[in-house]
């Protein structure tokens, strides 16, 4: 079976002020809030993320991590876009 057209992923890269502020837990729950798969952790002196869904809900999730949890400080994101791999839920590694 092919992915359908109206997926996408998103693998996003966040510098900054992002780690000891609840980054990764606040991510984590508004993904699973708004119904996007894929997983988050730490990753060098940043936070790194793939998001899985509905384009319009991947897209609010990269916009969401341009922002972070109040006690964040967002200083630059990348993000790459790529083909949907079929991840299940939302997870924190």
């Known amino acids: 079976m092919g992915q359908r057209a109206d997926r996408a992923r998103?693998?996003?890269?966040?510098?900054?002020?992002?780690?000891?502020?609840?980054?990764?837990?606040?991510?984590?729950?508004e993904a699973r809030s708004v119904g996007v798969d894929g997983w988050v952790r730490?990753?060098?002196?940043?936070?790194?993320?793939?998001?899985?869904?509905?384009?319009?809900?991947?897209?609010?999730?990269?916009?969401?991590?341009?922002v972070g949890p109040p006690s964040a400080s967002v200083e630059h994101v990348s993000v790459e876009w790529g083909l949907p791999e079929g991840i299940s839920g939302f997870g924190v590694r």
Not at 13 to 28: D, L, P, S
Not at 44 to 51: I, L, P, Q
């Open 10 to 29: 998103a693998h996003v890269r966040i510098a900054g002020r992002v780690q000891g502020v609840f980054f990764r837990a606040t991510i984590a729950e």
């Open 42 to 66: 730490n990753a060098g002196e940043g936070v790194e993320a793939v998001f899985e869904g509905p384009r319009p809900l991947v897209e609010r999730m990269v916009a969401w991590a341009h």
